[in-house]
């Protein structure tokens, strides 16, 4: 018989995660995951599932019953919301600024959509002119769009993409991955149909849980096309007659059966992931608009010491998220190699970028837990050293004494 493979006990080195996320997760958050199980239908957990709802509720600031937690990555929840609410052959107009939105393209591709999308030049947003133009072009009968695309940096506004689609009876759904947590969303007030987030970035849980909200409207559509597993099936249900939801992990009926009065048994609820995901939102919402703030001062610090260090800021500043910063790569510096300096001498993390901004934007994230001065500043100091290593000269010191300014103003 063969040793088995053994290894040390985990030992993570210890990092500041100043990516756009997963980020250095909030102590208390950790303190929340390590409380013991519970049965999911224990009266104690129950209780905990309706208290999570409550607050999601208010992070969205929804009224929408249906605010709950899909488990799973953030990507889960926007595969939960656009295969429940696509039914083959829909039309559904996705606006592409980065990424994320060729992620929304594919998904809903996969659920049968027709797509069709229209594309901005990464690091800009669209006007609501041209939202509408496409709107009345292609006449969707959903429109899905990213609210923050953390891959440029730029966050969309919603509300009179909103407007505009509760006008023409079109649904509209938003993914808020980076943004919940660190900028208002105002889920009722800009009329936005549904929304879907994660923990790992402005909310400082890990990742592996997704908070998602969506209003009757959607609901409605959604139980027009709910089908129950033949093993649970309640005496007497009928299946409703829209086509059935093509995943059963992500169908949106049956889960809301189950987060819902009904209580119907679905998957295990990932308990230590509910009590991080509770813990997450019931930390933001005791700090309150204070913690947007909090962002919003971390960025403008962040940005005047890049730019007194001779460093340029990616995208259109005025609809930048607070929450990451692209830095342009100066000509002739070895963009990998400051990053790798960046983690292995000073223990700090900052993003690479995809697709047409590889290796030629850095994202700095400034999220959540990690979005304070004293990480602000460090940053700053080791970026500044890296860069001088790699041969670019910035003016020593100048990052810092600019990010020190910009705090001191605010
Ligand atoms: C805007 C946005 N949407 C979706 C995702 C996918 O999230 P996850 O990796 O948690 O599935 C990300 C991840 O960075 C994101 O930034």
Request: hydrophobic fraction near 20%; include cysteine.
């Given at each position: 018989m063969s040793t088995p493979e053994v290894f040390a006990e985990l030992d993570p080195p210890p990092r500041l995660l100043m990516g756009p996320g997963p980020v250095g997760v909030d102590p208390r958050v950790l303190r929340a995951m390590s409380m013991p199980m519970l049965g999911q239908f224990d009266p104690a957990f129950t209780a905990y599932m309706n208290e999570t709802m409550v607050l999601l509720r208010q992070i969205y600031r929804?009224?929408?019953?249906?605010s709950f937690l899909i488990d799973g990555t953030a990507r889960a929840g926007v595969e939960t919301m656009l295969v429940s609410m696509i039914s083959p052959g829909d039309k559904v107009l996705v606006p592409i600024f980065g990424r994320f939105g060729h992620l929304l393209t594919e998904i809903a591709g996969r659920c049968g959509a027709e797509v069709v999308s229209i594309e901005r030049e990464w690091g800009t947003v669209f006007t609501p002119d041209e939202i509408e133009d496409a709107i009345k072009k292609h006449k969707p009968r959903i429109v899905a769009v990213v609210h923050g695309d953390t891959s440029t940096t730029m966050a969309q506004p919603l509300a009179e993409i909103g407007a505009m689609c509760r006008a023409r009876d079109i649904l509209l759904y938003s993914d808020a991955t980076a943004t919940l947590g660190g900028m208002a969303i105002e889920t009722d007030r800009w009329q936005v149909d549904a929304m879907s987030s994660g923990l790992q970035k402005c909310l400082s849980g890990p990742p592996g849980s997704s908070p998602i909200t969506f209003n009757e409207r959607v609901a409605d559509l959604v139980n027009g096309r709910k089908h129950l597993e033949a093993g649970i099936k309640p005496p007497g249900f009928v299946d409703a007659?829209?086509?059935?939801?093509?995943s059963n992990y992500f169908d949106l009926a049956m889960l809301m059966d189950y987060w819902?009065?009904?209580?119907?048994?679905h998957h295990t609820e990932a308990t230590s992931m509910l009590y991080a995901a509770r813990e997450s939102v019931r930390i933001a919402l005791m700090e309150g608009d204070a913690r947007f703030v909090r962002h919003q001062r971390a960025s403008d610090a962040l940005c005047a010491g890049l730019q007194a260090m001779g460093l340029t800021i990616f995208g259109d500043q005025k609809n930048k998220m607070p929450n990451v910063t692209g830095v342009v790569i100066p000509n002739g510096v070895n963009a990998d190699g400051v990053r790798t300096m960046m983690l292995n001498d000073f223990g700090i993390e900052i993003g690479t970028s995809f697709g047409p901004l590889h290796g030629k934007i850095w994202r700095i994230g400034t999220m959540?837990?990690?979005?304070r001065k004293e990480n602000v500043l460090t940053c700053l100091a080791a970026l500044d050293a890296c860069l001088r290593h790699f041969?670019?000269?910035?003016?020593?010191?100048a990052g810092v004494d600019a990010a020190l300014a910009s705090y001191s103003k605010a």
């Open positions: 929804t009224k929408n019953q249906w007659n829209g086509p059935r939801i093509p819902g009065p009904n209580r119907l048994n959540g837990y990690v979005c041969g670019f000269k910035a003016p020593p010191g």
